[in-house]
């Protein structure tokens, strides 16, 4: 970790200490409040709960802090996506989408901004700077991409989109302000599905959009307020909660997943392992020049479909899950979930159990299901 981010984590959790009075509470209070109190000229106070919260403000506060740029909230990674676009993008204009990323950002192309004349085109992650990006309002990338774990230059993409007048919005979500800086790199704007690794308890949906552009971040507050996309203050509680231990868990599960990445790539059971912390990963030597840590995600093969769910759901420290990025281990065997992956490729999400253990539980199951 760099010295700024140790900086950053440990002045995180101090961040409302600038402004007690003797006897506030040193934990961020939850306000559940749709109304508040606003005589006369309220400008510049919380008056009701579609415009803002106090709880809302604190989480933005420290994912702020984190990001180095303002952040605007969201009820899911989804809503700040859909977000980002509907602020910036109108009919006629064209984007460009990953081919190989998250599915569902693709299909809220397809299912709602094509019917608004908002065309789109879908381009692989590790060939992302293939046939440049003329003609193109916003291009989105997804780096390291969800499932595959492919990576794309975002220092070189963000100059190539600049240079044609368009905006680069990178998804996030996979390595948090701690693993990688889009920013930064010259990104636009981040978004990010804080329900994942961010709140790191698998307890809540959330989801924030970060920029350093005040017009950008106007245009996504004001679509958030006018279309109602708003976070609930609990949800905002529980994240600003999980914001705290993100340092000490995003190191856990980043560097147990190093660990377990080359046990794997010596399993007979296993082909096709993809971790850009590896040195023979294809993605390795650009992980290394643009990202801080490699994540704490896997992606591999097993010889089938049954083998592949014989060994998620029958191993001891595994949750067969959809999400990932909470204290516990999870996999997913991702063509069941449309992904155009083979039948036995699995994702494997590694949590914060104690790495020996973990391991040995993993190592059990692919001995068991044999090569």
């Given at each position: 970790?760099?010295?700024?981010?140790?900086?950053?984590?440990a002045?995180?959790?101090?961040?409302?200490?600038?402004?007690?009075?003797?006897?506030?509470?040193?934990?961020?209070?939850?306000?559940?409040?749709?109304?508040?109190?606003?005589?006369?000229?309220?400008?510049?106070?919380?008056?009701?709960?579609?415009?803002?919260?106090?709880?809302?403000?604190?989480?933005?506060?420290?994912?702020?802090?984190?990001?180095?740029?303002?952040?605007?909230?969201f009820?899911?990674?989804?809503?700040?996506?859909?977000?980002?676009?509907?602020?910036?993008v109108?009919?006629?204009?064209?984007?460009?989408?990953?081919?190989?990323?998250?599915?569902?950002?693709?299909?809220?192309?397809?299912?709602?901004?094509?019917?608004?004349?908002?065309?789109?085109?879908?381009?692989?992650?590790?060939?992302?700077?293939?046939?440049?990006?003329?003609?193109?309002?916003?291009?989105?990338?997804?780096?390291?991409?969800?499932?595959?774990?492919?990576?794309?230059?975002?220092?070189?993409?963000?100059?190539?989109?600049?240079?044609?007048?368009?905006?680069?919005?990178?998804?996030?979500?996979?390595?948090?302000?701690?693993?990688?800086?889009p920013?930064?790199?010259?990104?636009?704007?981040?978004?990010?599905?804080?329900?994942?690794?961010i709140?790191?308890?698998?307890?809540?949906?959330?989801?924030?959009?970060?920029?350093?552009?005040?017009?950008?971040?106007?245009?996504?507050?004001?679509?958030?307020?006018?279309?109602?996309?708003?976070?609930?203050?609990?949800?905002?509680?529980?994240?600003h909660?999980?914001?705290?231990?993100?340092?000490?868990?995003?190191?856990?599960?980043?560097?147990?997943?190093?660990?377990?990445?080359?046990?794997?790539?010596?399993?007979?059971?296993?082909?096709?392992?993809r971790?850009?912390?590896?040195?023979?990963?294809?993605?390795?030597?650009?992980?290394?020049?643009?990202?801080?840590?490699?994540?704490?995600?896997?992606?591999?093969?097993?010889?089938?479909?049954?083998?592949?769910?014989?060994?998620?759901?029958?191993?001891?420290?595994?949750?067969?899950?959809?999400?990932?990025?909470?204290?516990?281990?999870?996999?997913?065997?991702?063509?069941?979930?449309?992904?155009?992956?083979?039948?036995?490729?699995?994702?494997?999400?590694?949590?914060?159990?104690?790495?020996?253990?973990?391991?040995?539980a993993?190592?059990?199951?692919?001995?068991?299901?044999?090569?």
């Amino acid at each position: 970790m760099s010295d700024t981010a140790k900086s950053r984590a440990a002045t995180l959790t101090h961040l409302r200490s600038a402004g007690f009075a003797k006897g506030d509470p040193i934990p961020l209070p939850l306000t559940m409040a749709s109304i508040f109190h606003a005589p006369g000229d309220a400008t510049g106070f919380d008056q009701y709960g579609r415009f803002s919260n106090p709880t809302w403000h604190a989480v933005e506060h420290a994912l702020g802090h984190l990001e180095d740029a303002q952040c605007v909230a969201f009820p899911s990674g989804m809503a700040a996506i859909s977000a980002a676009f509907f602020a910036l993008v109108k009919s006629g204009d064209r984007i460009l989408l990953p081919s190989d990323g998250y599915h569902t950002t693709r299909a809220l192309a397809e299912r709602f901004l094509k019917p608004l004349d908002v065309a789109y085109d879908v381009r692989p992650t590790a060939s992302m700077l293939d046939g440049g990006f003329a003609g193109y309002r916003a291009v989105f990338v997804e780096s390291p991409s969800n499932p595959r774990l492919d990576i794309c230059d975002i220092t070189a993409v963000a100059k190539a989109v600049h240079a044609q007048g368009g905006v680069l919005i990178v998804d996030n979500t996979t390595m948090t302000p701690f693993g990688q800086r889009p920013l930064d790199l010259g990104a636009d704007i981040v978004v990010s599905a804080d329900t994942k690794a961010i709140n790191g308890h698998s307890d809540v949906l959330f989801g924030h959009v970060a920029s350093r552009d005040p017009d950008i971040v106007a245009r996504v507050k004001d679509w958030r307020e006018t279309a109602g996309g708003i976070p609930g203050p609990f949800e905002a509680w529980l994240v600003h909660r999980g914001l705290e231990t993100l340092e000490v868990r995003f190191d856990r599960m980043c560097s147990s997943a190093e660990t377990i990445a080359r046990r794997l790539k010596d399993h007979r059971a296993v082909s096709g392992l993809r971790f850009p912390g590896l040195e023979g990963d294809a993605s390795h030597n650009l992980a290394r020049a643009q990202m801080e840590r490699f994540g704490f995600l896997i992606s591999f093969e097993l010889a089938s479909e049954d083998k592949a769910e014989d060994f998620i759901n029958n191993c001891g420290l595994i949750e067969a899950a959809t999400s990932f990025g909470g204290v516990h281990t999870s996999a997913e065997r991702r063509s069941k979930r449309g992904d155009a992956v083979p039948p036995g490729f699995v994702r494997l999400a590694i949590g914060c159990e104690p790495v020996e253990e973990l391991w040995q539980a993993i190592e059990a199951s692919l001995d068991r299901i044999g090569a």
